[in-house]
């Protein structure tokens, strides 16, 4: 699974951060450090000790992936006890940011689950530790240290506050039983509704899956480097994203319910596409199509595939707590996340793209990650690396949600 | 501590309305544009007022009110139709006014759920419809879900309202049909006339009642509209959670002025319930 801070979430957290960050007069950006830099010291510091994980507890194979191989290797290796609690982001930022207010230098989490404007709310307003990525070796050795997803976070720079884990990557998915073609770009897209109309259709924004649909689409018509620093203003981004909107506006009478109507959300559109309603499926787990092949849900002829001009990626990545009662313990902890063996292992029990650069990796443990069967109907880690392409600022995706609701639905 | 005692037992109830009280009143100073954290000091009515001028909100209002009335007014009418029915049945009444219930047990997300599997357009019925060669292919079944004109909200409404209604006026309309009512045969109206002019003008506060505690619901409900709503217009609890969630900590007020609304008429829908129920008690007192 692919992170999805719904949207609530994120609104709560910045308004906890917001308030946190009025209470303390945005505190101390940088909060003092007095653990040792040498990662065996830290290993000394942590062992027997317990680490917290917060995150989003929704997903079942990653919490058993986290309680079992994770925890037990830790064990073994370390003597660290992995305590993985499942929390929502708002509630977890709201949790710090009231630690915060309350002036606790001492708290319960230690490792978060964080990505986007959560990151960038908690980072502004100092509730989370660091910069710590540059003391762990495996980060160091494996993680390709000039890759836009390890400096930036949405476009909103790392500085070493958090380290990535997993990626995500935006899929189409087809029944190839089905379909002969798969619409590879905008304009085979719009061939493809012609050809099946009624029988398409896309998540309304602000639906996760939807909107990083539309800013795909937007990407492939009108390119994807101008938005990368384009300033958050709703015109500028009204007329750069013109032809695209126009382009969805051309779709719609091909559309499902003739694009008055939209499914509210993936998991709709994924129920429209079991049942055969719709023709394609979208996902922000590139190997949606194997679990859901799985479990039945798919066809056994579903395929994933990918634009010409690429998909939208994105990063989970995992922070400390400004106040992190084992600060040691958690750098040992995200730096044995960042094995080969645990990532190799996450990529197989999660279905999730490693982070780890294959250029810097041995032969051997190159073989680990080739030896994962990834599963039926998915593509291979280096299609999708090929035509991954970086997320919008954080700041822009609201405003372009407005505008497809102003300019697309119904038109 | 004789005299100390209800006041303790009030506690956990008195806590509960402070609480809830105090939140109304957040929701609505915040819905007047004052939220400091936010940069927003002004007070101003310009949110109310974009409920009414701002076409998507005026839209989402408009719907709301639609659906509202709409469902409640159907299920008031078929829903005292099916309880004349029921209380005129001759046997097994006792078992029909118990299986009227299961509905109302119901969830109302697992009857919005049903209706999806029943009348989408690859649904239950569609696909019946098809095997019995009536449709060619799931386009000609029509589209009676996420419409905007709230097709789908309306069924989910009625399904759920219809035997609520009959339900709930059952208790009034049975005391007055097997009172007043059967009186009235007796000195030889016929039972039309008797249901006509005994029976239902008697059981009209119930019924009123029954009609407002479904407007006030459909016009508040969230999880119907976001499962079987179109995308443009939302209903008004949709679009209050949309703009409440907003990453823009700025369009709040727009939430909490809905949620302001929503709060002024389901008020004034309370105030009208209380005064019908005063009536339905005077009617009670006649009947006995």
Redesign the interface.
């Given at each position: 699974m692919s992170i999805r801070f719904p949207r609530v979430l994120t609104a709560a957290a910045l308004s906890a951060a917001l308030l946190a960050g009025c209470g303390s007069a945005a505190a101390d950006p940088t909060p003092e450090q007095t653990l040792p830099t040498d990662f065996d010291s830290l290993v000394e510091l942590a062992r027997g000790t317990t680490v917290t994980f917060y995150g989003w507890g929704g997903d079942d194979a990653r919490n058993q992936f986290l309680q079992t191989t994770v925890a037990d290797t830790l064990k073994e290796k370390y003597d660290i006890t992995l305590e993985v609690v499942g929390m929502d982001i708002d509630a977890i930022l709201a949790k710090l940011s009231g630690e915060k207010g309350a002036g606790q230098t001492t708290g319960t989490i230690d490792m978060i689950w964080i990505n986007g404007e959560n990151f960038y709310s908690c980072k502004e307003n100092g509730l989370l530790y660091g910069p710590f990525t540059q003391d762990l070796p495996n980060f160091n050795a494996y993680v390709d240290q000039e890759d836009t997803e390890t400096l930036t976070d949405f476009c909103y720079p790392i500085e070493g506050y958090e380290a990535p884990y997993a990626k995500a990557q935006l899929v189409l998915i087809r029944d190839s039983a089905a379909t002969p073609e798969a619409p590879t770009s905008t304009e085979e897209l719009l061939e493809f509704v012609q050809k099946y109309p009624g029988k398409v259709t896309y998540p309304a924004p602000p639906d996760f899956t939807g909107s990083a649909f539309v800013r795909n689409v937007v990407y492939d018509i009108c390119g994807w480097e101008q938005f990368q620093d384009m300033e958050a203003d709703k015109e500028t981004l009204r007329a750069a994203v013109a032809p695209a909107m126009e382009y969805l506006r051309e779709l719609n009478p091909y559309l499902w319910n003739g694009g008055e109507t939209f499914p509210a959300s993936s998991t709709q559109l994924t129920n429209l596409f079991a049942d055969g309603e719709v023709l394609l499926d979208i996902s922000y787990s590139p190997y949606s199509p194997a679990v859901n092949i799985e479990k039945g849900i798919y066809p056994d002829t579903a395929q994933a595939f990918l634009w010409d001009n690429g998909t939208i990626g994105n990063t989970n990545y995992i922070a400390i707590a400004y106040n992190a009662p084992n600060k040691a313990g958690a750098m040992v902890v995200i730096n044995e996340l960042l094995s080969p063996e645990l990532q190799a292992a996450q990529y197989e029990a999660q279905k999730v793209l490693p982070v780890l650069d294959e250029e810097k990796l041995s032969a051997e443990e190159q073989a680990l990650f080739d030896a994962v069967d990834i599963g039926e109907g998915t593509l291979p880690q280096d299609a999708l690396l090929e035509r991954r392409l970086p997320e919008m600022p954080a700041a822009l995706v609201p405003l372009l949600e407005e505008i497809w609701t102003e300019e697309v639905v119904g038109q | 501590m004789k005299r100390l005692a209800p006041l303790l037992l009030l506690l956990p109830f008195l806590a509960l309305m402070g609480l809830l009280l105090w939140a109304m009143g957040c929701a609505l100073v915040q819905s007047l544009g004052y939220i400091p954290?936010?940069g927003l000091t002004e007070l101003t009515l310009d949110y109310y007022q974009a409920l009414f001028t701002d076409g998507?909100l005026t839209a989402s209002l408009m719907l709301s009110l639609k659906v509202a009335f709409l469902s409640a007014l159907s299920s008031t009418v078929l829903g005292t139709a099916l309880c004349a029915a029921l209380l005129a049945l001759r046997r097994g009444r006792r078992g029909a006014l118990l299986l009227v219930r299961l509905p109302i047990l119901v969830p109302h997300t697992v009857t919005a759920l049903f209706l999806i599997v029943l009348l989408?357009?690859?649904g239950l019925v569609a696909r019946a419809l098809y095997a019995g060669g009536l449709i060619d292919g799931?386009?000609d079944f029509p589209?009676l879900l996420?419409?905007?004109g709230g097709m789908g909200m309306l069924l989910a409404y009625l399904w759920k309202e219809i035997p609520f209604v009959a339900y709930f006026v059952a208790a009034l309309m049975g005391s007055v049909r097997d009172t007043l009512g059967e009186a009235a045969c007796n000195l030889g109206a016929s039972p039309v006339r008797a249901f006509f002019h005994i029976t239902l003008p008697l059981s009209l506060p119930a019924i009123g009642s029954a009609f407002l505690i479904i407007f006030a619901y459909a016009f508040g409900s969230y999880e119907v509209p976001?499962?079987l709503?179109?995308?443009?217009p939302k209903a008004l609890p949709v679009q209050a959670?949309?703009e409440?969630?907003?990453?823009?900590?700025r369009h709040?007020p727009y939430a909490m002025a809905m949620n302001g609304f929503i709060l002024l008429v389901s008020l004034l829908l309370a105030l009208v319930y209380a005064w019908l129920l005063r009536r339905k008690l005077n009617a009670g007192r006649v009947v006995q």
């Open positions: - | 954290a936010f998507t989408s357009q690859s799931q386009e589209s996420f419409s905007s976001l499962l709503g179109s995308t443009l959670y949309l409440y969630t907003h990453p823009d900590l709040r």
